[in-house]
C-alpha cells in the first residue's frame, strides 16, 4: 500500500517536473530570442540614426567603412544592403562584396523594406553558422536609402540558454528531492490508519473480537474504523451470551447427572443388599422395596421434567389450541391432586371472575398451572389452604395460586427459578421435588408471552402470579 502511494506520487512529481522544466526552459529560450531581437532592433536603430546625422550634415558615407566601425562597437556582424538588394558593406566580408549574392530576397531584407522592420533567423549561406538577423530600413525624406541589418551567431544565445536550462536543472533536482520527502512522510500517514485498521481486524480474526480502532482522520477511514469498533463490539457481546448459554448447558449437564445418579445409587445399593440376603428377613425386604419404589419414582419424575424442559427449549411447535379453558384447566388439575390436597387436609379454593380463554398450548399451559398449585400444595402445612384466582385487567389474563404455607426468604426469591434450586433440599426431596418446577414455569409463561411474579413472607405463605397477554 505504502509502495503504492509513494511509487504514484513520485512518479506524478518526477513527470510534473519534467514537463514544468521543459515548458519553462522553452519559455525562457523564447523570451531570450525576443530579447536578442530586440536589441539587434535597437543597434539597427542606432546605426540608422547616426548614419541619418551623418548625411544631414552632407558627409559621404562609406558603408563598408562603417559596417566595420559599428560592428567593432557592438560586437555584431553588420551589413548594408542598398534597396535593390545589393550588399554595399558587410562588416565580415569587407573585400568581397561583389561576389555576394544578391540579398533582396532574403526574409529580413525583404521585412525591413516592407514593413521597415524585418528579423529572421537561419543559417549564413554566407557564413554557414546559425545566425539571427534583424534588419531597419534606413529612410531619408521618404525616400529608401539602405537596410541595415545587424546579425548575431544562435550559438551565444544557446550559450545563455545553456546556463538557464542547468540552473532550472538544478532548481527541479531540489524540488525532486524535497518533494519526495514530502511523499515519503505524506505515504505514511495515508497508511498508518490503514496500518491499525488491519492490525485489529487480524486481531479479531484470530478471536480477540473486542477491538477498539482509535482513527481520527474525519474520513472514509474513520467510519471504516467506527464500524469495525461497532461490529467488534457486537460479535463480543454475541461471543459473551453464546459462552454463557454454554456455561448454562453444561452446568446442566452436570447438574442431571448427578440428580440422576443419586436415585440410582440408592436404588442400585439397596437391589445389591437384598440380593446379599437381606430379602430374608421380610420387614426388612419390605422397608428396602418402599425406598426402591420412592427412589425410582423420583428418577421417573426427574426424567420427565427434563424431557419437559428440553422439549420446551427445543422450540418445537407444539399443538396450538385456540380457546384453552382456563377454569377447566385449572380444576382438572386440582382434580389430579386430590389425593395429596385431601392427605394435608388442604382447602382449596378457586375464583374465576369470567369465563377465560386463551390461545396456546394445552398441555403447556396446564404443566404450568400444575407446577404452581403442586408447589403451593407441597410447601404448605397440614390444614392450610390455597386459594386460586383468575381476572382480567389492564389487558391481561391474572392466574394467581397462592398459599399461607411456609414461604420463602427473600434471599432465595430471586433463585428460585433457576434449575435444581431448592431452598431446603431435603424437604423438596421428600416432596418428591426436582427443583425444575419453577424453572419449567417460568419457561411456559414466556412462551405464552407473559412472565411469572412472586411474592412471599416467612411464615405466612406465598403468592405466585403468571401474567399473560390477553
Ligand atoms: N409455594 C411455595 N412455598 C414455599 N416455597 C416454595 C413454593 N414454591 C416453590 N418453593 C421453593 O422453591 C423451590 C423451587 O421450586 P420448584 O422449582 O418447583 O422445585 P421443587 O421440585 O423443589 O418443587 C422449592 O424447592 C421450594 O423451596
Ligand atoms: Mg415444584
Known amino acids: 500500500m505504502k509502495q503504492k502511494i509513494l511509487t504514484l506520487s513520485i512518479s506524478l512529481i518526477l513527470l510534473s517536473v519534467a514537463i514544468t522544466s521543459w515548458l519553462s526552459v522553452q519559455m525562457n529560450m523564447n523570451s531570450l530570442m525576443q530579447q536578442k531581437e530586440s536589441e539587434l532592433q535597437n543597434y539597427c536603430e542606432l546605426i540608422n540614426r547616426a548614419i541619418t546625422e551623418d548625411l544631414d550634415h552632407g558627409l559621404t558615407v562609406d558603408y563598408g567603412d562603417y559596417a566595420g566601425e559599428f560592428s567593432a562597437e557592438i560586437d555584431q556582424r553588420v551589413t548594408f544592403v542598398a534597396p535593390d538588394g545589393k550588399v554595399i558593406g558587410d562588416s565580415l566580408l569587407r573585400g568581397s562584396l561583389a561576389d555576394m549574392e544578391n540579398h533582396g530576397e532574403r526574409e529580413e531584407i525583404r521585412g525591413a523594406i516592407e514593413n521597415g522592420v524585418g528579423r529572421s533567423s537561419r543559417a549564413s549561406a554566407t557564413m554557414g553558422n546559425q545566425y ?10 521618404g525616400e529608401l536609402i539602405c537596410v541595415t541589418r545587424v546579425a548575431m551567431e544562435i550559438d551565444r544565445v544557446h550559450l545563455i540558454g545553456d546556463f538557464l536550462v542547468e540552473a532550472s536543472l538544478k532548481a527541479a533536482g531540489a524540488g525532486i528531492v524535497i518533494a519526495i520527502i514530502l511523499s515519503i512522510v505524506f505515504a505514511g500517514r495515508i497508511t498508518r490508519p490503514i496500518r491499525i485498521i488491519v492490525e485489529s481486524a487480524e486481531k479479531m480474526a484470530r478471536g480477540d473480537y473486542r477491538q477498539h480502532i482509535e482513527v481520527r482522520t474525519g474520513d472514509e477511514l474513520q467510519e471504516l474504523g467506527e464500524t469495525i469498533n461497532d461490529m467488534s463490539g457486537k460479535l463480543a457481546l454475541a461471543v459473551e451470551e453464546m459462552e454463557k448459554a454454554e456455561n448454562i448447558r453444561r452446568e446442566f449437564v452436570a447438574n442431571v447427572t448427578h440428580e440422576l445418579k443419586t436415585p440410582l445409587t440408592s436404588i442400585s445399593g439397596f437391589v445389591e443388599t437384598l440380593q446379599d440376603g437381606a430379602d430374608e428377613n421380610p420387614e426388612i425386604r419390605r422397608k428396602f422395596l418402599d425406598i426402591i419404589a420412592v427412589e425410582a419414582a423420583r428418577l421417573k419424575r426427574l426424567i420427565n421434567d427434563i424431557l419437559v424442559i428440553s422439549d420446551i427449549e427445543s422450540g418445537r411447535e407444539v399443538n396450538v ?33 369470567y369465563e377465560i380463554y386463551i390461545g396456546g398450548s394445552r398441555d403447556r399451559f396446564k404443566q404450568m398451572m400444575l407446577n404452581l398449585i403442586e408447589n403451593a400444595v407441597k410447601y404448605s402445612d397440614a390444614g392450610g389452604s390455597v386459594r386460586i384466582r383468575v381476572w382480567k385487567a389492564e389487558n391481561r389474563i391474572w392466574l394467581e395460586v397462592a398459599d399461607d404455607g411456609q414461604g420463602i426468604a427473600p434471599e432465595d426469591l430471586p433463585r428460585i427459578f433457576e434449575r435444581f434450586y431448592r431452598v431446603d433440599k431435603s424437604r423438596s426431596q421428600k416432596a418428591g421435588g426436582t427443583g425444575l418446577g419453577l424453572a419449567i414455569v417460568k419457561h411456559i409463561a414466556g412462551l405464552f408471552g407473559g412472565e411469572v411474579k412472586v411474592e412471599s413472607a416467612l411464615g405466612e405463605g406465598t403468592a405466585f402470579t403468571v401474567i399473560l397477554p390477553e
Open 132 to 141: 539571427l538577423y534583424v534588419a531597419a530600413a534606413l529612410m531619408d525624406r
Open 321 to 353: 389450541d385456540r380457546d384453552v379453558n382456563v377454569r377447566e384447566a385449572v380444576e382438572e388439575i386440582v382434580d389430579f391432586l386430590q389425593p395429596q390436597i385431601e392427605a394435608k387436609g388442604i382447602s382449596v379454593s378457586m375464583e374465576f371472575a
